[in-house]
């Protein structure tokens, strides 16, 4: 699979598996927040065209 150009990285497609769907977040950011696997995240839906997620604490 060939790597994406550096202006296209943040760019994500929405996904589905087993009736759930979801997005990767590139892992520099993962590293930036300091988030670990099964961490727990909040989800917030801010009109019809933006989501927050957030550490959950």
Do not use: C, F, H
Not at 7 to 17: E, F, L, V
């Amino acid at each position: 699979m060939a790597r994406r150009k550096l202006n296209d990285r943040q760019i994500r497609k929405i996904q589905k598996s087993r009736g759930s769907y979801y997005i990767t977040i590139p892992i520099e950011i993962i590293r930036n927040m300091s988030w670990r696997e099964r961490q727990k995240v909040e989800v917030k839906q801010y009109g019809r065209d933006k989501i927050l997620i957030s550490d959950w604490k």
